[in-house]
C-alpha cells in the first residue's frame, strides 16, 4: 500500500538527521519497521513514531508496530543541550514528517527532510509545547505551548517551519501536570487535547474548529492518573482509526490506553505496551 512506502521513507529520513546534526547513528530504522494496521492514517488519526530522550541526550527512535506496539529501538543519535521535543505533520499527511526541537538556550530548531534548521528564540519561557494537529482547519499544524504564568498560547506554523505570531488561548494551565494530544478523541474530526491536574484527575477538552474559541468546556475522564509521570500521544498506535494515549509509570512501563472515538469514555481500560521506558528522561 501507498502509505506503507510512506511510512518506510519517513524511517529512513530519522537517519538523515544524523549526519545533519555531527553525531554518531545506530542503525536506522528500516522498511520492515514501517506498519500500520487497517486504517490509513488521517490527521484525526496519525501515525507517529515515539522517541525517547536519555539524559545524554541521546535519541532514541521506536517505530509503530502498527498493532497497539512499537519495534525495537533505533536510529540513536546525540543532540546536545537538547532540553524537550514536539513531533509535527508539517502537511497534515498523518505521518509524522519532522520535529520541533527546544533546547537549554531557549532556542526553537526544527528537523525536517535530515536538515535542522533555527526557527526561534526565547522559547525558554515555556514549560509544555506540542503539537495537537490542526485546531481551525489550516493547511499546516498549530504548536501550543503554556508559559510559566500558566498561559496557554497558539502557534500557527507556516509551510517552510517558521510560526506565525503567537494567539492567547486562555490563563490558568498551571493548575495542571501534563497537558498532550494528537488528532482526535471524541471522534469528530476535531483535534482534541487531555490535561491531568494535581489531584491526578485527567479532563478532555475538545476541538472545536473554531480558532477564536478553540476548545469547548472541559470533560471529566477519570481519576487516578498520578499514578503516571509522563502522558504522550502519538496518534493512532493500534491501527483502527482513533487516536490514542500513551503513559509511562514511574517502574518504567508503558501502557496504551486506546481511543474509542467517544467524548463521553474515550479510553479503553489500559494494555502494557514495553518496559524500561524509565531510561528516558523525555518521551515525545
Known amino acids: 500500500m501507498k502509505y506503507l512506502s510512506r511510512l518506510a521513507t519517513v524511517a529512513t529520513a530519522v537517519a538523515l538527521a544524523a549526519t545533519a546534526a555531527g553525531t554518531a547513528v545506530a542503525d536506522a530504522p528500516t522498511a520492515s519497521a514501517a506498519k500500520a494496521g487497517s486504517h490509513k492514517p488521517t490527521p484525526a488519526a496519525s501515525f507517529f513514531f515515539l522517541s525517547g530522550i536519555r539524559p545524554s541526550g541521546q535519541m532514541m527512535v521506536y517505530m509503530n508496530d502498527g498493532k497497539g506496539g512499537f519495534d525495537t529501538p533505533s536510529g540513536g543519535y546525540v543532540w546536545p543541550h537538547f532540553r524537550y521535543g514536539i513531533s509535527i505533520d508539517p502537511d497534515l499527511t498523518g505521518f509524522q514528517d519532522g520535529s520541533y526541537h527546544v533546547m537549554d538556550d531557549g532556542t526553537l530548531n526544527l528537523w525536517r527532510n535530515g536538515r535542522l534548521k533555527k526557527v526561534a528564540s526565547g522559547w525558554g519561557r515555556y514549560n509544555v509545547v506540542f ?16 508559559d510559566k504564568q500558566g498561559v496557554l498560547w497558539r502557534f500557527q506554523t507556516k509551510a517552510d517551519g517558521t510560526l506565525a505570531p503567537r494567539v492567547e488561548i486562555s490563563p490558568g494551565w498551571n493548575q495542571y501536570t501534563q497537558i498532550t494530544g494528537q488528532g482526535d478523541l471524541s471522534g469528530d474530526g476535531k483535534a482534541d487535547i487531555v490535561a491531568r491536574d494535581r489531584q491526578g484527575v485527567l479532563w478532555l477538552y475538545k476541538g472545536t474548529g473554531d480558532l477564536r474559541k478553540p476548545f469547548a468546556s ?67
Open 131 to 146: 503539537s495537537p494537529g490542526t485546531l481551525g482547519h489550516a493547511k499546516h499544524p498549530d504548536l501550543l505551548a503554556r
Open 218 to 284: 472541559r470533560v471529566k475522564v477519570g481519576g487516578g492518573w498520578n499514578q503516571f509521570n509522563k502522558l504522550v500521544a502519538t496518534g493512532d498506535v493500534d491501527g483502527d482509526g482513533h487516536s490514542d494515549l500513551l503513559a509511562r509509570d514511574p517502574k518504567g512501563n508503558l501502557w496504551l490506553y486506546k481511543g474509542t472515538g467517544k467524548a463521553s469514555s474515550p479510553f479503553k481500560s489500559r494494555v502494557r505496551i514495553g518496559t524500561g521506558f524509565n531510561q528516558y528522561r523525555d518521551l515525545f
